[in-house]
């Protein structure tokens, strides 16, 4: 019998067994594991053969753990010995900073996410949300602790943008030089209506200039020519900007109305950082799929897809729009906020499930071309507390 023992190690799932005489030829022979983790199949046969054997991890603790597979045979009986081992801890690596409410007001927390141990990073008075990494792993977030929401960075106590309106949603560009947020402003639209609106600006840390991309223009389309024009309402979401990861464009979801055109849709958007008044460009996600003008996007490393959080699922697009992964694991909604890894093979998000949100990750090559996988994510929080917008730190 070959081999044996048969040593599954920590990730394979699937070994071959050979059931052959050596001098005589073999007539019948029969399998009987002796752990319910072990399957054979087939379990029996005749004549000289071939069977697959398969273990199941989920439900056996950390360490090391064996079992037999007793052979019984026409020419005598043998023991094939089946010996695997499971990881403790997640078997994913890096740290991811959230906000979470488990201590009261918002905090910013610290996961390594290896072992899902969690540290309290910010912990002021009032609600910090919205943490964002620089590519030299400084934090920025939004708090609250002021007279309304400025942006912070993490070890100081004087806020790096502060107005008297709301400025949140901090983006740190991957260039390391700005800082994209979202400021919600009066503002007074096309048809004479006035109501508080987010505006996007960039900042830049080498001089402090704050320059506001602007949001009273002409969107297009690549996809479709025919449906440019001028926007009559444009409303940006509350949501954190995507940069590009050359850092020359941004992402933002917005509610839209376009002049002589019947329908109103929520869109994403793509703002030119080096022309702040460039007419703005519609990356087509209305196309069925949940996306709305809330919906946190993350553009992937490889700079041609966006992940985007779509209620029920969070949707791999490309950059015109075109489902790439429509269907990575349900239970999403609006509020997921997908966050890729820098190697592109994963992705964090905060689904809303059965009333609660926590954090999983997700690994990116279960694709629509794997529809019949059972989708595997790894939990990462476990706590009746709002766990939310998950932001892998930079490795150093
Ligand atoms: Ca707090
Ligand atoms: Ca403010
Ligand atoms: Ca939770």
Known sequence: MTPSPLDFGSQITEL???????????????????????????????????????????GLAPGVHTAEIAVTTNLGNRTVEISLTV????????QIAFASNRNGDF?????????????????????????????????AFASNRGENFDIYQAGSSVPLISTSQDENYPSWSPDGEKLAFMREELGLDEEGATGMRWNLYVYAFAGGQETRLNNSQKIYWTQHPDKSGDMIEFHLGPVRPAWSPDSSKLYVA???KVAGVANIADELLEFIVSDPTANVRG??????IGFSNDSFADVAPDGDRLAVACDPRVSVIDLDGQPVDPILPVGSDNGAAPTWTADGEH???????DGRR????????MTATNTGMAYQRVQLTDDAAEDRTPVWKPAQ
Not at 87 to 94: F, H, N, S, V, Y
Not at 118 to 127: K, Q, R, S, Y
Not at 358 to 365: F, K
């Open 16 to 58: 071959s067994l050979s059931i052959e005489g050596s001098d005589v030829p073999l007539e019948t022979w029969s399998c009987q594991p002796s752990a319910s983790w072990v399957t054979v199949t087939p379990d029996s046969g005749t004549g000289n053969g071939q069977t697959k054997v398969t273990v199941e991890r989920s």
């Open 87 to 94: 990881l403790g801890g997640t078997g994913l690596t890096g």
């Open 107 to 139: 905090d910013i927390h610290l996961m390594n996410v290896a072992d899902k141990s969690v540290e309290a990073l910010v912990t002021n008075v009032g609600d910090d949300v919205n943490p964002t990494w620089s590519p030299q792993g400084v934090l």
């Open 254 to 256: 917005c509610y839209r």
């Open 283 to 288: 990356v087509d996600v209305n196309s069925g």
């Open 347 to 353: 992705i964090a998000y905060a689904p809303l499930l």
């Open 358 to 365: 926590d954090i999983y990750v997700i690994d990116t090559s």
